[in-house]
């Protein structure tokens, strides 16, 4: 005796959405698809959709009213799209009719776009000792204003070997220099004596 059993399985687990048909006692795979997992989606589609009443805008952009949601997806599936919750705090909530992979794909992009405008603050450090001479102190200072610059942290280190350490007026009096002579910004922090 031949008999058919469709199954439809949406396993989120499995990021995919399968259909399997048994014949015979064996499980034959016929279709599968790429559907994203429900906890990936930022927002809800079709039947996932728990208002009964929704605003709806069409895939033109134009404003179609209120509708039950059933027969908001209705509409959708007529002209081969999705439902799309875009404002679920809003009352009603707002659903598009539209392609969800388009809309994941452009979410994506714009994503993209932000992280690639977005500018790293990186503390540059700049080290200098007690006797410096008067030409590498200002090619130090030129560094440091560069490197304000472009937008970057600075730090300043003045390193005193063995009895220089006694002389932390002196590094004092030339970290105030350096701060003066890099008139772009004020410094953040205060000179602090390290180990």
């Known amino acids: 005796m031949n008999f058919f059993v469709a199954v439809f399985i949406n396993a ?6 399968s259909q399997l048909i048994i014949y015979n006692n064996n499980l034959i795979r016929v279709k599968q698809q790429n559907i994203p997992a429900s906890n990936n989606k930022p927002f809800r589609i079709n039947e996932e959709i728990k208002a009964k009443e929704v605003r709806v805008i069409n895939h033109d952009g134009q404003m179609i009213g209120v509708l039950a949601t059933v027969e908001a997806i209705r509409k959708a599936t007529e002209v081969n799209l999705d439902l799309i919750e875009v404002s679920p705090n809003a009352e009603p909530p707002v659903c598009k009719i539209a392609n969800v992979g388009k809309m994941l794909y452009e979410l994506q992009k714009k994503a993209a776009i932000v992280k690639k405008k977005q500018k790293v603050v990186v503390v540059k450090e700049v080290k200098m000792s ?7 102190y200002d090619i130090k200072i030129k560094q440091i204003q560069k490197f304000v610059a472009n937008g970057d942290k600075v730090r300043v280190t003045i390193r005193m070997r063995g009895r220089e350490i006694t002389h932390a007026d002196l590094a004092r009096k030339m970290m105030n220099d350096v701060e ?10 205060l000179p602090d004596a390290g180990g």
Request: proline share 9%.
């Open 12 to 17: 989120p687990l499995l990021h995919h959405a």
């Open 130 to 136: 007690l006797n410096i001479g008067k030409g590498d």
């Open 180 to 189: 003066q002579g890099c008139v772009l910004r004020p410094a953040e922090r």
